[in-house]
């Protein structure tokens, strides 16, 4: 008896579309992946999140608004500053009340502000929970700068608002040239350059700095930076060489 072959055709997988269809996932998680969450009570310590520019609260009353324009005019209007901070999350806290202050990067905050931004990525470092103790901690851990311009000490009530509302302290400004100068040297001090504007005012008698006498203030605080008097301030580069 003869014995019939039976071949069952099986059809071959479609490898190529599975690939497409592959690539187009991964694709679509990794653009899930790299969308922020809003920021709110859901993101962990030490999580990343977008939140508006106007929902951050800053945590001192006064930029360095020369530095601040400088740097404006280096950048490019319209940039998505949720973007452009993706990689380095600007550090923000979550007070008891649920709203954000922002700990550290305000000039950049107040940049990004001035470019027509709207969003900004943070990292949420800490979350507060009692009212009661909550400006005193900020304090203790130096996320907060309660002085004006002066070196005066405000209360927390006169903080501004929002990351627009910030004044302008001209004398940072001048620290902060000093700093890329060289007069003083960076560190990990806290409020640094606020410590040498305080520093630099109070022996050039507050007057005021604007880019008229930008430079000659510039030449007066490279004397003052290397005086025996700030060699107790962060970052001092050492005594005046001959001349100074």
């Known amino acids: ?3 019939t072959r039976i071949v069952r055709r099986c059809s071959r997988p479609n490898f190529k579309a599975f690939g497409y269809t592959l690539l187009a996932s991964l694709a679509f998680a990794g653009s899930s992946a790299l969308a922020a969450s809003e920021c709110s009570r859901t993101i962990p310590v030490h999580g990343k999140c977008e939140i508006a520019l106007d929902a951050l609260h800053p945590t001192q009353s006064a930029i360095g608004a020369m530095q601040v324009e400088e740097r404006v005019a280096r950048m490019t209007p319209g940039i998505d500053g949720a973007e452009y901070t993706s990689k380095w999350a600007v550090p923000v806290v979550q007070a008891p009340d649920g709203k954000f202050y922002l700990t ?6 107040s940049v990004l ?3 027509g ?7 949420v470092i800490h979350r507060f929970d009692n009212p009661a103790t909550f400006w005193n901690e900020m304090q203790v851990r130096h996320w907060v700068y309660l002085f004006d311009s002066h070196g005066k000490p405000i209360t927390p009530e006169a903080l501004p608002a929002h990351i627009r509302d910030m004044g302008d302290d001209a004398y940072r400004s001048l620290a902060g040239y000093a700093e890329n100068a ?3 040297k960076k560190t990990d001090a ?10 630099f005012g109070s022996r050039m008698g507050w007057q005021p700095i604007d880019r008229l006498n930008l430079l000659s203030a510039l030449q007066t605080a490279e004397k003052l930076a290397c005086q025996p008097e700030a060699r107790d301030l962060p970052g001092y580069a050492g005594p005046c060489s001959t001349g100074k």
Do not use: C, N, P, Q
Request: charged share 20%.
């Open 1 to 3: 008896m003869s014995r």
């Open 104 to 109: 550290d990067g305000h000039h950049l905050a």
């Open 113 to 115: 502000t001035r470019v």
């Open 117 to 123: 931004a709207t969003k900004i990525t943070a990292e």
């Open 182 to 184: 060289g007069f003083f």
């Open 190 to 199: 806290y409020f640094m350059e606020f410590v040498w504007a305080r520093y």
